[in-house]
């Protein structure tokens, strides 16, 4: 059950993607644990269905004592439901939107536990992982209005939660990005907010030196060509309140 497969490795550095861990009629998700040195985060660690899994393939790549942190981009239960999982084994800090703090407990976080939340601001901000600074960079309403993004300027990789997300495909990366976006528009026309948001996202996100755009479903957009097609094919796209006429006009 479940696949790993690296993405980056290089003398201190090491990112790795466990894939096909939920049952075949689930909707799959990604999870992403970078290592550096003697230090790692993991990032959108999944549900609970899979924490197990998950938990034997982490702890086969790194020490568990080397797990600093545990990446949440959003709320999403594919995402959180096995926080506690993680909390009872590992010591690691959470790193949440500061936006959904108050929520956390209502999914069983153990008193004192709290102590371990590392509540990011708006703005978002930079994570150390050892002598690396990681950048968590803003994505709010792509879809959730508190969501975060995190940007590896070693491997080049930017971790992008449900932004590029797909469905359906069988593939890892993404080959021919014309033929891909029938696999995501759908999706990103009904959970991104809007044109103006994305279009915020991909002009902050031009800026960065991007070789992988990596969501937490679906493929992985590898290469300038594909990264730099996907951000101009959000930046246009018209989605969430831009086309709620066609729901709420009937």
């Avoid at 600093?68 to 800090?93: C, E, R």
């Avoid at 990681?134 to 300027?153: E, T």
């Avoid at 033929?179 to 907010?193: D, T």
Wanted: net charge negative; glycine share 8%.
């Amino acid at each position: 059950m479940g696949k790993c497969e690296l993405l980056y490795e290089s003398e201190n550095h090491k990112v790795c993607i466990f894939t096909s861990m939920m049952p075949d009629e689930t909707i799959q998700t990604n999870q992403y644990l970078v290592i550096h040195k003697d230090s790692a985060i993991l990032i959108d660690p999944g549900g609970y269905t899979i924490f197990s899994p998950l938990f034997a393939e982490v702890s086969s790549k790194v020490p568990l004592k080397d797990l600093k942190y545990i990446f949440f981009s959003h709320q999403d239960p594919d995402i959180v439901s096995g926080m506690n999982g993680w909390l009872l084994s590992t010591n690691a800090q959470l790193i949440i939107p500061k936006l959904w703090t108050r929520f956390i407990g209502h999914i069983g976080l153990k008193k004192g536990y709290e102590k371990r939340v590392i509540a990011v601001d708006d703005k978002g901000g930079t994570i150390n992982l050892g002598d690396v600074e990681l950048r968590i960079l803003p994505a709010h309403f792509m879809h959730s209005p508190g969501n975060f993004q995190i940007y590896d300027p070693v491997s080049k990789i930017l971790f992008s939660g449900d932004v590029g997300a797909s469905v359906g495909q069988n593939y890892l990366y993404v080959e021919d990005f014309e033929n891909h976006k029938k696999l995501i528009e759908g999706f990103h026309r009904r959970y991104m907010a809007n044109n103006k948001i994305c279009k915020l996202w991909a002009n902050m996100v031009r800026k960065l030196d991007i070789d992988i755009i990596a969501p937490q479903h679906g493929a992985l957009f590898k290469g300038k060509e594909n990264v730099n097609a996907f951000i101009d094919w959000i930046s246009n796209l018209q989605c969430g309140t831009d086309i709620m006429d066609e729901i709420f006009n009937q």
